[in-house]
């Protein structure tokens, strides 16, 4: 039982490129989600889904797109990448939204130059 | 707006002594609370969660917490910490769609 699985691990882009970070999960569980871990700030929410073709904005939004086309994946998209979003990215999901434990990944450190 | 406070950037504790981190929510409602653990270059482990009932709830690893309502805490504590208790510990309050969480204590351990 592979959990939640985050690629890539690390991630180098120079401003302005676009990537997407991948996160899938085999638990069948319909809740996932994104936060970004920063020194000092602890971790901040930047999209979550309650479900396939459901997504919903968090705390930190802008310069991220996400979609949800199956349970099993939802992958963070940076559009123009900036050096204000170089960070430790965490996917995590559950199976009962907010009211459940998280299960993380292991994390992709992105670094924008 | 819903939030966790974490008081403690940093604790420094003797191996073999009591432990205590510290945490409070403001929430509408009781939320559905919880504690993680982080190791370096790793994600989040679960410790222990309270979602109702009895307010002292046990945890993996020895850790346990209590909820005080009237204080909007959820103290973590441990009776006596092992070397490899050393780690970022993080607080996190869960409501119905999203979950918050305070910015973390680091926890250094001496022998």
């Known amino acids: 039982n592979a959990g939640v699985t985050q690629t890539p691990k690390f991630q180098v882009l120079k401003t302005g490129q676009s990537m997407t970070l991948q996160c899938a999960q085999d638990?069948?569980?319909?809740?996932m989600s994104w936060y970004r871990q920063d020194p000092g700030m602890g971790l901040r929410l930047i999209h979550y889904?309650?479900?396939?073709?459901?997504?919903d904005q968090g705390e930190v939004p802008n310069g991220y797109n996400v979609s949800r086309s199956t349970t099993e994946d939802f992958p963070l998209r940076l559009l123009s990448a900036a050096p204000s979003q170089t960070s430790v990215y965490f996917c995590?999901?559950?199976?009962?939204?907010?009211?459940?434990?998280?299960?993380f990944g292991n994390g992709t450190r992105l670094t924008v130059t | 707006a819903q939030s966790v406070t974490q008081p403690d950037i940093h604790i420094t504790v003797s191996e073999g002594a009591s432990l205590e981190l510290r945490c409070n929510y403001s929430?509408?409602?009781?939320?559905?609370l919880f504690w993680y653990v982080q190791s370096p270059g790793q994600g989040l482990q679960l410790l222990l969660k309270?979602?109702?009932?009895?307010?002292l709830v046990q945890g993996i690893k020895g850790f346990e917490a209590e909820f005080k309502r009237s204080q909007s805490s959820f103290n973590l504590r441990k009776p006596s910490v092992h070397w490899s208790d050393a780690a970022e510990y993080f607080c996190a309050a869960g409501g119905y769609q999203k979950v918050t969480f305070g910015t973390g204590t680091k926890l250094q351990v001496i022998p």
């Open positions: 889904s309650v479900g396939a073709g459901i997504t």
């Open positions: 638990m069948n569980h319909e809740y």
């Open positions: 929430y509408g409602a009781t939320p559905y």
């Open positions: 995590a999901s559950s199976p009962d939204r907010a009211r459940s434990p998280l299960h």
């Open positions: 309270y979602f109702s009932g009895d307010t």
